[in-house]
């Protein structure tokens, strides 16, 4: 009986032993170091970023991200007048392209992430029915991103263009600031109509899409993403987009309907 005792002491103390070297080996391991990243996106991506931003935080519980929204042209000149960012999305490649030329994105991190569908929008009541419509007495106020500084202006002057309808609106048209904007012109009734992408116009509550403007009317609408140059998170940042660039942050921004690039 005392030898069975003994070696039921010694199994007891050698269990003990092992579960204590666990816990040590746990406690040695070293810790995630919270990071700290700071994205300037355009606006139209903000709804998808910001539930991208949460489950991202579920899998990586020591990174923080920081969004700043805007017109990507908007974001273009703070990034060059040093604003403190570690990744660009831009909603168009010029913005991108300038960059990249004065040396303040890291070599190979750009990529080209999303596309987009360039609409026009009413309020829901409206009876316009196309961009024909457009130039009818009865439509005063056509709302557009301001082109020089919004990518969804642009690729809207582009369409206004082709369609041979620029011209015929100038008188009629509200500029605005980005995406966002255009769609607030609309919904509360400081414009007729306006041109957002696709992606906005499926959030909106008092507004409908009335048709798309037909792809070959402006450029293929692309979303391309960098790393920034004078980031101090480079590793982070890359862990960051490639989720960003994977199946899972696909079926996100699909839902909001974006339209995922094949790479």
């Not at 910001?50 to 990586?60: A, F, V």
Request: proline fraction near 4%; include cysteine.
């Amino acid at each position: 009986m005392k030898k069975i005792w003994v070696m039921l002491g010694i199994m007891i103390f050698a269990f003990a032993a092992l579960t204590g070297c666990g816990d040590e080996k746990e406690k040695g391991k070293p810790q995630a170091q919270p990071v700290n990243l700071t994205i300037s996106a355009a606006a139209s991506l903000k709804d998808a970023a910001l539930e991208l931003k949460e489950l991202y935080g579920k899998q990586h519980a020591n990174v923080t991200i920081a969004y700043n929204f805007g017109a990507s042209g908007t974001l273009q000149k703070q990034i060059e007048e040093g604003a403190p960012v570690d990744m660009f999305i831009s909603a168009g490649q010029k913005q991108m392209d300038e960059l990249a030329v004065k040396g303040l994105i890291v070599d190979g991190s750009r990529k080209d992430l999303l596309g987009n569908e360039l609409v026009l929008v009413a309020r829901k009541d409206s009876k316009i029915a196309g961009f024909e419509d457009l130039a009818k007495p009865e439509v005063g106020k056509v709302s557009i991103g301001t082109p020089e500084s919004v990518p969804a202006g642009k690729y809207a002057q582009e369409a206004l263009t082709t369609m041979k309808l620029w011209d015929a609106l100038q008188p009629k048209l509200v500029l605005a600031k980005d995406v966002w904007q255009v769609l607030t012109y609309v919904e509360t009734g400081n414009a007729d109509a306006g041109l957002v992408y696709r992606s906005d116009a499926i959030t909106a509550k008092e507004s409908k899409i009335v048709t798309p403007a037909p792809a070959s009317s402006h450029k293929p609408i692309v979303y391309p993403m960098a790393i920034l140059r004078n980031t101090k998170q480079q590793k982070a940042a890359e862990e960051f987009a490639s989720f960003l660039a994977s199946e899972e942050a696909a079926k996100v921004f699909e839902k909001y309907g974006f339209k995922s690039l094949k790479r």
